[in-house]
């Protein structure tokens, strides 16, 4: 595993760390911040992703839209490389189990970082689990989280 990521390197390999965008709990200084974990993730840089992002209380939920979609908004998060050793840490805390009504579903999808696009794991919430939440307007859950 590599210990970073060079300006010039690719961004995504599947021999090398992984790429995770994380938008809300996970985020540095929310109360799951991924820098906790084990073995350490490694920061990479802020990105957005097209979306809605939705307050379900003590954290958000993420609902992907693509690029053609009206009305679509700028979520904010961070890109971390992470051992493939993390990601099972990553799906037990986002209750992940391979069922339909699971809370969450793994994405790869493509985010803009520095110019170029990497393919990202995202954690986007089931739509059942939005239905009449408030929706976060800002698309930033750090921001709204201080806030209050």
Same mark, same amino acid.
């Given at each position: ?27 540095? *200084?929310? +109360?799951? %911040? ?6 350490? $993730? &490694?920061?990479? /840089? !802020? ?50 189990? *391979?069922? +339909?009504? %699971? ?6 999808? $493509? &985010?803009?970082? /520095? !110019? ?33």
């Amino acid at each position: 595993m590599k210990t970073g990521i060079m300006p010039d390197a690719p961004l995504h390999r599947e021999e090398e760390s992984r790429l995770v965008f994380v938008y809300g709990t996970l985020r540095r *200084g929310g +109360s799951n %911040d991924i820098n906790r974990f084990e073995p350490p $993730p &490694v920061f990479v /840089g !802020g990105a957005c992703v097209h979306g809605h992002l939705y307050d379900l209380g003590a954290y958000p939920g993420l609902l992907l839209m693509g690029h053609e979609d009206s009305g679509r908004s700028a979520v904010v998060g961070e890109v971390y490389a992470v051992d493939a050793r993390l990601e099972p840490q990553l799906d037990a805390l986002e209750g992940i189990h *391979g069922r +339909s009504d %699971d809370e969450y579903v793994r994405r790869h999808i $493509p &985010v803009e970082l /520095g !110019g170029r696009s990497c393919l990202c794991l995202v954690y986007e919430i089931n739509p059942e689990y939005v239905r009449g939440r408030p929706l976060i307007d800002q698309g930033d859950w750090i921001q709204h989280a201080a806030a209050g």
